[in-house]
């Protein structure tokens, strides 16, 4: 991906996850290391007025960059920072699309903005992003 | 609820090695398959000195030294009570399996809102990282909301 290539407005392709799943969420607790119950055990979500678990923010961070880092090389990556609004939970379809806003000719830097949205729009992460791009020659 | 005289606080620095097999379980629990976090040869091809770290990985050393849950005990900050308002990653050099990061955390700010739900504090957190060639890694910073 050159900085010569790329335009405001560009938008990245989309990703649409597979409905998340309590086993995602017991293998997402062991490999990050957040043992909230809140994520594992449904009946402590049940007492805190949740109806069940709730997916970990960090997942859907997760699959943000995901998207990311499939439409712009992580090692071009220099920014990258998310607003969680709005809790996940197992069976949502989340879907993650996101555009380029600006340009930075001077320093070839990009900027933009992404979003992860369930199968009902509703808003989990606003997000926005910057990297630093190779140009041509 | 949080313990505002916390603010400024530093924690002592923790070390924490990174591993392939961490890689892997993160990016097969997100549901990634990028093979550059997965296989040498694709990640080399792309540009990158081995499997390289993902844009989240960070949240494991982060969690599994326990320096968000000691960093918010120690301000008094009720972790069944939190959620995650906020992360925000800086990005400096690739991170590698192999690489020892030291991890210094500092408490930045601590403030109280008023909500349309009622009172909740902010409590801000910043965590730096270096590799073990004292190269600065990534910048991390989080905010956690706790109802009180």
């Known amino acids: ?137 | 609820m949080a313990n505002k005289d916390k603010i400024g606080k530093e924690f002592p620095p923790f070390a924490w090695e990174v591993e392939k097999g961490k890689i892997r379980e993160l990016v097969q629990a997100i549901g990634d398959n990028n093979p550059i976090f997965l296989d040498r040869e694709a990640a080399v091809a792309a540009g990158y000195k081995n499997i390289v770290a993902p844009a989240t990985f960070i949240t494991v050393p982060m969690m599994w030294t326990n320096t968000l849950t000691s960093t918010l005990d120690d301000a008094d900050v009720k972790f069944v009570n939190i959620l995650h308002g906020e992360e925000e990653y800086e990005y400096f050099a690739e991170i590698y399996p192999g690489d020892i990061l030291t991890g210094q955390a500092k408490i930045t700010d601590i403030q109280t809102k008023k909500g349309k739900s009622g009172a909740m504090d902010l409590i801000k957190m910043e965590v730096n990282y270096t590799n073990q060639e004292g190269k600065p890694v990534l910048k991390a910073r989080t905010l956690i909301v706790e109802k009180i």
């Open chain 1, 1 to 137: 991906m050159y900085f010569d290539d790329v335009q405001a407005g560009d938008s990245m392709p989309v990703l649409v996850k597979e409905p998340i799943t309590k086993l995602q969420l017991v293998k997402y607790a062991g490999a990050s290391g957040d043992f909230n119950p809140l994520h594992t055990d449904d009946d402590v979500g049940r007492s805190v007025g949740l109806g069940g678990v709730i997916g970990h923010g960090m997942l859907t961070m997760g699959f943000v960059g995901q998207a990311l880092t499939n439409w712009i090389p992580k090692k071009y990556l220099k920014k990258f920072k998310v607003r969680f609004a709005g809790m996940t939970k197992p069976g949502e379809v989340i879907t993650i699309t996101g555009k380029i806003t600006a340009k930075d000719e001077e320093n070839n830097l990009i900027s933009g903005e992404l979003s992860a949205r369930d199968q009902n729009d509703q808003v989990k992460i606003q997000a926005s992003f910057e990297a630093k791009l190779p140009r041509k020659n």
